[in-house]
Structures are given as C-alpha cells and as structure tokens.
T-cell receptor, first 115, second 108 residues
Framework: EAGVAQSPRYKIIEKRQSVAFWCNPI?????LYWYQQILGQGPKLLIQ????????DSQLPKDRFSAERLKGVDSTLKIQPAKLEDSAVYLC?????????????FGPGTRLLVL | DAKTTQPNSMESNEEEPVHLPCNHS???????IHWYRQLPSQGPEYVIH???SNVNNRMASLAIAEDRKSSTLILHRATLRDAAVYYC?????????FGKGTHLIIQP
C-alpha cells in the first residue's frame, strides 16, 4: 500500500513570496490533515478535511494560508505572502475515517525555509 | 484541553527495555491514549493506543494505570532504529494535539 505522498520535499523562498504544497493521501482515505511543525515542537493541526469539506480550520491563519481538496482526494496548501515565522515542516496526514480512534498516516513533510 | 506531560529526553542502551512515561492527570473517560513516534526527517508514525486495558502489538506495549492518569510505553528490546521523538497524545473528537514529546536516545 502506497503511503502519503508530498511534494516538494524542500522549498526555499523569500519573505512575501507565495508557495504551495501538494499532498496525495492514501487511496480511499476520506480524511486529510495538514500540520505545521516548527523546529523543536510537535506538529500543530492547521486544517482537517472530510472528503472535500472542511471539518476544522480553527488554527489556520486565514489571512495568508489557504487549503483546498477539490475532488476529495489530493490537497494543496498555499501560503501567500510568506513570513519568516512560516519556516517549518508542513506535514500531510490521512485516515480512513474522521474522529477518534482512527490511525493517522503521515507523509514525509515539506521543509520550508523563508528568508 | 487535556494535556500530557513527558520527560524531554531519555537515554537507553541498545537491546535493553525502555519505559517511556506519560502523565495525563486531566484525562476524561472517553479519551484514548495514543502514542506516535517521529524518526529523524520523517513524519510521525503510529505506535499504539489504548483506553483502559494494557495493550500489546508488534512494536510495543502500553501499560495504563488503573486511574488512567498515567501510562507507560514499553519498548521491549530497543534498537538504534528506535531512536526518535515519542509523543503521548490524548485523542479527542477534534483530533490529535501533539506536545513536544520525549527524545529517546539509544546508545550502542
């Protein structure tokens, strides 16, 4: 079974530029998550999708971050414009169902450096 | 928010058992205890989870205190590949909230 795929693996941009990350979840997984992991901290949930609908985006900085999952499969996360404090690893995860007791499977992440 | 408390780091020798503690004194009756680990430069991976009873799987064992206010992840025979950050998480309907975890160092 193929795992969660993410691209690019690394990205370096200057502040105020835009950047987009792509995630392909495990086939058949209805729930998709985007996390932000700052160096030395645990991952923080940014947004959760159930199929192509948003379940929770309470911690997404909506003035600069946006995410979509148009066909209920792949997802993109965009930052526009980027700030220095956005330097982090962006992790995508998926699970077969939403809510408790469902194991989340994580991708390798995209490491973003904002200069 | 139900929070967990873990030591920042622990060190163990290869091929010895490792006991990783976690305190969760504010746990509610329906909170499952999950453990994930994150190897260097990788995303987190599921290790084990439980509610009240002790649990075993091929990766580890989870011992849950009778009052559920603490738990211990047990790696029966640590290898160098077990060096990672281990997260103890209380899962609720709004998902997983990761803390800083325990950085496990394995000495050869």
């Amino acid at each position: 079974e193929a795992g969660v795929a993410q691209s690019p693996r690394y990205k370096i941009i200057e502040k105020r530029q835009s950047v987009a990350f792509w995630c392909n979840p495990i086939s058949g997984h209805a729930t998709l998550y985007w996390y932000q992991q700052i160096l030395g901290q645990g991952p923080k949930l940014l947004i959760q999708f159930q199929n192509n609908g948003v379940v929770d985006d309470s911690q997404l900085p909506k003035d600069r971050f946006s995410a979509e999952r148009l066909k209920g499969v792949d997802s993109t996360l965009k930052i526009q414009p980027a700030k220095l404090e956005d330097s982090a690893v962006y992790l995508c995860a998926s699970s077969s169902l939403s809510g408790v007791w469902e194991t989340q499977y994580f991708g390798p992440g995209t490491r973003l450096l904002v200069l | 928010d139900a929070k967990t408390t873990q030591p920042n780091s622990m060190e163990s020798n290869e091929e010895e058992p490792v006991h990783l503690p976690c305190n969760h004194s504010t746990i509610s009756g329906t909170d499952y205890i999950h453990w994930y680990r994150q190897l260097p430069s990788q995303g987190p991976e599921y290790v084990i989870h439980g509610l009240t009873s002790n649990v075993n799987n091929r990766m580890a064992s989870l011992a849950i205190a009778e009052d559920r206010k603490s738990s211990t992840l047990i790696l029966h025979r640590a290898t160098l590949r077990d060096a990672a950050v281990y997260y103890c998480i209380l899962e609720r309907p709004d998902g997983l909230t990761f803390g800083k975890g325990t950085h496990l160092i394995i000495q050869p």
